[in-house]
Nanobody
Framework: QVHLVESGGGLVQAGGSLRLSCAAS????????MGWYRQAPGKQRDLVAT???????NYADSVKDRFTISRDKDKNTVYLQMNSLKPEDTAVYYC??????????WGPGTQVTVSS
């Protein structure tokens, strides 16, 4: 069993910043990647950013140059630094952990609201 605990969401004005954290615990043997996805009301869950076990990041075009993903391998923790936030960034942000072989885990989500 794997547990993911997210933190750092909240309400911020447009142009502001937030930092999300996600700590993984439990039966974690081989991490392939960790990442963040988001889901706005009435929309599908979309990729925000991922980072592989080797440290290679991948970003959605909408957040490139504004968001930065990083991880602490010793703590099995992934971070998402979000700068220059826009109202369209408002969503529930979900942490994802992808393990080998073919095991995907989700956190409960944290709300990010950006006011205009």
């Amino acid at each position: 069993q794997v547990h993911l605990v997210e933190s750092g969401g909240g309400l911020v004005q447009a142009g502001g910043s937030l930092r999300l954290s996600c700590a993984a615990s439990g039966s974690i043997f081989r991490i392939v990647a960790m990442g963040w996805y988001r889901q706005a009301p009435g929309k599908q869950r979309d990729l925000v950013a991922t980072i592989t076990s080797g440290g290679i990041p991948n970003y959605a075009d909408s957040v490139k140059d504004r968001f930065t993903i990083s991880r602490d391998k010793d703590k099995n923790t992934v971070y998402l630094q979000m700068n220059s936030l826009k109202p369209e960034d408002t969503a529930v942000y979900y942490c994802n952990l992808y393990l080998s072989p073919f095991s995907s885990w989700w956190g409960p989500g944290t709300q990010v609201t950006v006011s205009s």
